[in-house]
């Protein structure tokens, strides 16, 4: 080898090593700050009051139709990373209405879809880019975006803003508060309910459910492909989905994924596979394409008449059939055929509630906080504003306040809805939560596709979610 | 020399460094996260090195040998199919009775233009069981309609003919082109000596232009591999796992779960599958090149 190569295959050596000496320095060598002080540094950011966040006020102004006084924001710009219409159209008047009253701005970003909202707004806090001032946030991720939320008082909010403390749904409320402090705002809340078609429970004889047998008799007497009609409409999409519908089960069952000591617990779990074996039983009277239905093909086959009886999001079916059926079924559509109720539930136990909220991330901008609370009680803080937002988002609601006769006028049934969601009680709270989703639908997908039996499962499913490090933690 | 040397390296050095920027860097990055805990309940200023714990993991997961082995399927199915069906489709648009071959190319050449996505969006409503036009065809010819995306025994059967219909087209380019290398003399040599059609292509075209098809292999099977959106559009990996191939899963891993160590690491070891197949052909290509 030439003395040349030799000193040019010298210098692309010392050049990698360099490169990967910084690499590896940069990932590891800057993370060296120990874990009590990040914990502490959060919690005490975390502390930001209300009536501090206030001091940047400038000027007062009377809001018409109301005695609060708000402040000035002329200059600020809040950047609010959210997802798009319907829930976008629900804020659009009150941001447009604080705007004009505040002088300040708002940029939304409308996000594709939720995927899409988790990976960036866990990027953004991960890489403290301080890039948004408020951020939507599901409840299923409060475990894992908590650590970089700032924490609101409640009651400091309240009693500036004059929001009873009773104003928002109880189970919301329940949902977000950990250890004292609510951590984030709601604005829309979710449950599960049987939604069935009147139609096609006339036309095959059976009554409304009472009981999960009779759910299922209802599914197998309403089978009917030859004519186009299946008797139960499921969702197997591989994913979160059939973790869905499967939780609906398992909670109206009395069962539960986890132990008392919150490690995951499915193994010779009676009810668990109860759960799962009725599940299959239902799945034999379903459209086999729905092994690649997620929730809005779900309710689409609803309102097309193409499914009989659905246990589903009480959002979306209403949503579908309420408002926007698809294109192809709108014009014969009868929304008394297509009626939600209260599911079967053996034992009572209480349905799941998933909600969307509004967090301000600790690393905002602190001059912004003040604006972002403001804006808080422009979309949320009001009767009118809850109304406003359920009419424009056709269905997006955290007070019961909304639920006036205008609104069971425009949707038929919402008070059904309303109270089945003020009653609904928190998902597992694990900062795992996506994860545990995630192994636990694919593993059901593969048993609806008949890859795997029900047992094998379940074991299956405590491998995983031991693997992964999945358990319920301390809501604190 | 000093001065001419020193100036070629200046003139190198954009290049050099833009190279470190955009690969080195990012490659010994996504290295150095391979070997950390680093998933969504993970603060940035606590991650944790845990050596190969990572690569273990993603081994030893009871789908990843299925998630293999769909991989390979996928990848030797597609790259055979679009190969034979390639050589055919150039052989016969480049045959003596064909007139205007320029006009077959271009639109033979139109599935390869089209965005995956475009194409996953077009094959899932045309595959679509119920109201799907192929489907709603059979129907109407007394055929039985098939489930293609909802059925796990056909899911990846699916995936491979979509994949194909896309992709066959640069094997019909490649070898199009290497076609019209081919020296005329020897040919018709071996015609006048009496040799059949198929004694031509066999001993005389096919040895000409086997380093063409060489590179069509490698680059196919390296783009196999590494198959997302068409996944992604058509089926999402499901029903159940029935098509979740090796690139889907990182996906999964890193930006839907955000274990971000566990999908580097996944990634290195389908670099490293990769790097092994093309060392593989490598070899082949250069016997075939002497």
Redesign the interface.
């Known amino acids: 080898m030439s003395k040349n190569k030799k000193s040019t295959y010298f210098a692309v050596a010392v050049a990698?090593v360099f490169?990967?000496i910084?690499?590896?320095s940069?990932?590891?060598g800057c993370?060296t700050?120990p874990?009590e002080e990040?914990t502490t540094a959060?919690e005490t950011e975390a502390e930001t009051t209300v009536a501090e966040t206030t001091a940047a006020a400038t000027e007062v102004e009377t809001v018409a139709g109301t005695t609060t006084v708000v402040e000035r924001f002329d200059g600020i710009t809040l950047n609010w990373l959210g997802l798009p219409e319907p829930h976008y159209t629900g804020f659009e008047k009150a941001i447009k209405k604080w705007e004009d009253a505040t002088g300040g701005k708002v940029n939304y970003q409308k996000l594709n879809g939720w995927?899409e909202l988790?990976?960036k707004a866990?990027t953004s806090f991960?890489?403290?880019a301080g890039a948004f001032d408020l951020v939507t946030v599901s409840n299923g991720w409060f475990?894992?975006y908590a650590?970089f939320l700032r924490s609101i008082n409640l009651s400091e909010w309240s009693t500036k803003y004059n929001v009873p403390n009773d104003f928002f749904m109880e189970s919301l409320i329940k949902d977000a508060t950990i250890g004292s402090k609510l951590i984030v705002l709601p604005y829309n809340s979710e449950t599960y309910l049987v939604y069935y078609r009147q139609d096609y429970l006339e036309k095959y004889g059976v009554e409304i459910p009472k009981t999960m047998s009779d759910l299922l008799t209802v599914a197998q007497k309403c089978n009917d492909p030859d004519n186009g009609i299946y008797g139960w409409g499921g969702m197997?999409?591989?994913?979160i989905y059939p973790y869905w519908q499967y939780n609906y089960f398992l909670r109206a069952m009395g069962g539960n994924i986890f132990d008392e000591s919150g490690k995951p617990a499915m193994t010779d779990n009676q009810i668990a596979l109860d759960a799962l074996k009725f599940m299959q039983e239902l799945y034999k009277n379903a459209d086999?394409?729905?092994?690649?239905w997620d929730h809005f093909n779900l309710s689409d086959n609803v309102i097309a008449g193409k499914v009989a009886i659905v246990y589903t999001h009480s959002g979306w079916c209403h949503y579908n059939y309420c408002v926007a059926p698809p294109e192809d079924v709108a014009a014969n559509v009868d929304y008394e055929d297509t009626k939600p109720i209260v599911p079967p539930q053996d034992k009572q136990y209480g349905n799941s509630i998933q909600s969307w909220n509004i967090g301000l991330p600790l690393d905002s901008k602190e001059e912004n906080v003040a604006a972002a609370l403001s804006l808080l009680y422009y979309c949320l803080g009001t009767p009118e504003a809850q109304e406003t937002m359920l009419l424009d988002s056709t269905g997006y609601f955290s007070s019961l306040t909304a639920v006036t006769d205008a609104v069971k006028e425009k949707f038929p049934y919402m008070d059904v809805v309303a109270n089945a969601q003020n009653v609904a009680v928190s998902e597992p709270y694990t900062?795992?939560y996506?994860?545990m989703t995630?192994d636990i639908g694919?593993e059901l997908?593969?048993v609806?596709?008949?890859?795997q039996t029900a047992e094998e499962a379940l074991v299956?499913i405590d491998?995983?979610l031991n693997?992964d490090g999945v358990a319920v933690i301390p809501k604190e | 020399m000093i001065r001419s040397r020193a100036f070629t390296l200046l003139l190198m050095l954009p290049a050099v460094v833009f190279l470190?920027i955009i690969i080195?860097?990012p490659m010994?990055?996504s290295?150095?996260?391979s070997f950390?805990k680093w998933?969504?309940?993970?603060?940035?200023?606590?991650?944790k090195?845990i050596g190969f714990g990572n690569y273990l993991?993603v081994l030893s997961d009871?789908?990843f040998s299925s998630i293999l082995s769909k991989s390979l399927i996928f990848t030797i199915s597609t790259v055979l199919l679009q190969l034979a069906f390639g050589i055919i489709i150039a052989i016969a648009i480049n045959s003596q009775y064909v007139k205007h071959r320029n006009i077959f190319i271009t639109i033979f050449l139109i599935p390869m233009a089209i965005s995956p996505t475009v194409a996953g969006v077009i094959w899932r409503s045309l595959l679509e069981?119920?109201n799907g036009l192929i489907n709603v065809f059979l129907r109407n010819i007394g055929l039985p309609t098939p489930?293609w995306?909802?059925?796990?025994n056909l899911a990846l059967t699916s995936l491979i003919l979509v994949d194909v219909w896309q992709w066959t087209s640069f094997t019909i380019l490649l070898i199009s082109a290497a076609l019209l290398g081919v020296p005329k003399e020897p040919i018709e040599a071996a015609s006048v000596d009496g040799a059949s059609v198929f004694r031509v292509y066999w001993n005389i075209i096919l040895p000409v232009i086997r380093p063409i098809i060489m590179i069509v292999i490698l680059l196919r099977t390296m783009e196999a591999f590494k198959l997302f959106d068409l996944i992604y559009m058509l089926?999402?990996?499901?029903?159940?796992?029935?098509t979740?191939l090796l690139s889907f899963k990182i996906y999964?891993l890193g930006?839907?779960?955000?274990?971000m160590g566990e999908a580097t690491a996944l990634s290195y070891i389908l670099n490293i599958i990769i790097l092994i197949i093309s060392s593989i052909y490598l070899r082949f290509f250069r016997k075939a090149i002497k």
């Open positions: 990698m490169v990967m910084c690499t590896l940069s990932i590891i993370k700050t874990a990040i959060v995927p988790y990976e866990l991960q890489s403290k475990p894992t650590p197997a999409k591989t994913g086999p394409a729905c092994l690649n900062p795992q996506m994860q995630e694919t997908s593969k609806f596709s008949g890859a299956a491998k995983k693997a | 470190i080195i860097y010994f990055f290295l150095g996260v950390i998933d969504s309940a993970t603060i940035p200023e606590v991650l090195f993991k009871p789908d069981s119920r489930f995306f909802a059925n796990p089926t999402g990996g499901g029903p159940g796992v029935s979740y999964k930006l839907n779960n955000f274990k």
